[in-house]
């Protein structure tokens, strides 16, 4: 027997693998839920954020930018509030089981985290910073919506600077520290998050209309903690929009 290579019939293709490629391959793990939420919530385009701050723009032409973003804030409160109180309402129903009342439970919490980072990307917008950059919008995600924890993580990275924390982050921070940052708040998302929105879900789940109550009130309760940390993140608004707007 020779000891030449097996005949290829015509049109075949040989590829060669080697053993870091199938120790790759099959070293496969599911992204986790919430991993996958946030990349989905941090992908929001820009011009979707413009388009919604023009809107608001021209449709109240003498508001001032502080006023602008207490509409967003109010805006922001109300939807959170609402897809809350909706799930838990929706999970109390007789008729819907477990497992269906959970997954309307996860994508109540889908909402939330694509809620925040709009509002969070919009208050940005009227403070003039326009980021396209991914792992910087969900560094400020993690950050608002992990309260006054995210905050320090950002603001010790930051080390002191005059500038509010969320301007920095989005616009000088180096990418070395910003990976740093990432991956503190991510761990430290992982064990506060999961456990706070976790406890929200089981209440949801309550019946009797009990779910609803706990729905709503949660939501908002998640939105307010929100909306304290972007005021801590940028800061006063300016006194005037950076950009023009055709009204």
């Known amino acids: 027997m020779s000891g030449r290579e097996p005949d290829t019939p015509a049109g075949d293709v040989v590829v060669k693998q080697s053993s870091t490629d199938v120790e790759g391959w099959a070293r496969y793990r599911p992204t986790p839920m919430l991993d996958a939420l946030l990349d989905k919530a941090v992908t929001i385009p820009a011009a979707t954020i413009h388009r919604h701050v023009d809107r608001l723009r021209r449709r109240n032409p003498e508001a001032s930018p502080a006023q602008i973003v207490r509409m967003l804030e109010k805006e922001y409160l109300a939807l959170v509030g609402t897809a809350g109180g909706a799930v838990g309402a929706a999970a109390a129903v007789p008729t819907v089981g477990t497992a269906a009342a959970t997954a ?144």
């Open 104 to 247: 309307l439970t996860t994508g109540d919490i889908a909402t939330f985290f694509a809620a925040s980072a709009a509002f969070s990307l919009a208050v940005a917008d009227v403070h003039g910073i326009d980021v396209e950059d991914v792992p910087r919008r969900r560094a400020l995600l993690l950050a608002t919506v992990l309260g006054d924890q995210g905050a320090k993580d950002v603001e010790k990275a930051v080390g002191g600077s005059n500038v509010a924390w969320g301007k920095v982050l989005l616009t000088s921070m180096p990418q070395t520290t910003l990976k740093r940052v990432n991956k503190a708040l991510a761990h430290r998302f992982l064990r506060r998050q999961v456990a706070k929105q976790g406890t929200l879900a089981l209440g949801r789940l309550l019946p009797f209309g009990v779910g609803a109550v706990v729905g709503v009130v949660g939501g908002r309760a998640l939105g307010h903690g929100v909306v304290a940390q972007s005021r801590k993140a940028f800061g006063l608004p300016p006194d005037h929009f950076p950009r023009v707007v055709e009204l």
